[in-house]
C-alpha cells in the first residue's frame, strides 16, 4: 500500500524509508515493500523516551546487550543480572525490551 501510493504520488521510489521499531511489525510491514531495492534506504528509529540516560526508553539496540527473548537471539533491556527490564516510551506499540 504505501509503495503504491508513494509511486503513485511521486513517480518514483524514495531513497530511503523510515520506521519506528520495537517488536517489529511496524517496520516489516512498511519496509517488506522495499526491501528487493538496493538503492533505497530501509532505516529503523527506537524511542529515546525520556532520554537514553534515563532506564525509561525504549531503546534495546542502542542501550541493550545481546539475550534471548521468546526464543529470539536479540538485543535486550537487561539488568546486570541478565534479567529482562521494563522499557518505556509513550507509544504503547514501542514499550517493548527487545527488538524484532
Known amino acids: 500500500e504505501a509503495k503504491s501510493q508513494i509511486l503513485q504520488q511521486n513517480l518514483k521510489l524514495p531513497d530511503k524509508v523510515i520506521a519506528c ?3 517489529g511489525s511496524n517496520a516489516i510491514g ?3 515493500s522495499f526491501i528487493k531495492y ?3 534506504r530501509l532505516i529503523g528509529v527506537e524511542p529515546a523516551g525520556l532520554g537514553l540516560s534515563t532506564k525509561n526508553h525504549g531503546a534495546p539496540i542502542h542501550e541493550g546487550k545481546i539475550g534471548i527473548y521468546f526464543g529470539m537471539k536479540s538485543y535486550l533491556m537487561q539488568n546486570e543480572d541478565a534479567q529482562i527490564m ?4 509513550v507509544s504503547a506499540g514501542l514499550d517493548f525490551p527487545s527488538v524484532g
Request: positive net charge; aromatic residues 16%; proline residues 0%.
Open 21 to 23: 521499531i520495537g517488536g
Open 30 to 32: 512498511i519496509f517488506s
Open 38 to 40: 538496493k538503492n533505497v
Open 86 to 89: 521494563k522499557s518505556w516510551s
